[in-house]
């Protein structure tokens, strides 16, 4: 049962973000205009990962425009039982987006609703970002929560309008999520398990992303 602690919210990037949220503004510099909604759809293709074995993350667009990720097996933890392997998870989800011929798309923004349980002493640390396989990225943001502390790790982030990473007209890469889970003693009490999750139980995280669109030229 989890327990009710102090919450954080954290906010990257300009605007605060809340799940159904109007679409926000497509990069300025877009030659071609930007694109109203879309209809798509998002297949998971692969997984890759400790946090991710085969099987365990599900997608699916919502009303909204957004999409949602569900991971089925991904925290970490140390402390207590735990295996050293145990305090660092990644995942990277490969998935296949449908849409139109003539548009292409980005992610702008994103919404991290995680679970933490800490120790005082101990931090977790998440890490996050997206590319279009075989391009380039721009890395990934990064950022630590520290105990005492037993509650959902709520992170809004919206990507910079001049970072925006379109899929080059024309091309169908797959669009790759990438993320990393860890957890640090720190000074906390080796005895009792410290951990971050992103398992999506029936009261746990749901991952959301946005997507803008603009026009292919013809």
Avoid at 20 to 31: E, F, K
Avoid at 34 to 49: I, Y
Avoid at 62 to 74: E, L, S
Avoid at 146 to 166: M, Q, S, T
Wanted: glycine fraction near 10%.
């Amino acid at each position: 049962m989890r327990m009710r602690g102090k919450k954080a919210f954290f906010v990257l990037g300009a605007t605060v973000l809340a799940v159904g949220a109007a679409s926000v503004a497509p990069a300025a510099a877009d030659p071609t205009g930007a694109r109203g909604p879309v209809e798509f759809k998002v297949e998971v293709a692969g997984v890759a990962g400790s946090g991710c074995p085969a099987g365990t993350v599900a997608t699916a667009v919502r009303d909204d425009g957004t999409f949602r990720i569900v991971y089925g097996a991904y925290t970490a933890q140390a402390g207590g039982s735990s295996r050293p392997v145990d305090a660092h998870k990644n995942c990277q989800a490969f998935l296949r987006v449908t849409a139109p011929q003539d548009v292409t798309y980005a992610i702008s923004s994103s919404y991290h609703p995680i679970y933490a349980r800490l120790e005082n002493g101990a931090n977790a640390t998440l890490k996050f970002s997206y590319y279009f396989e075989g391009l380039p990225w721009n890395g990934m943001v990064t950022r630590t929560l520290n105990g005492a502390y037993d509650d959902e790790w709520r992170i809004a982030y919206e990507e910079p309008a001049d970072r925006l990473l379109f899929q080059p007209c024309g091309e169908r890469r797959r669009l790759v999520l990438n993320t990393e889970l860890r957890i640090d003693k720190g000074t906390s009490d080796p005895s009792k398990t410290d951990f971050i999750t992103m398992d999506s139980l029936s009261d746990g995280p749901v991952i959301f992303y946005r997507l803008t669109w603009k026009n292919c030229p013809r």
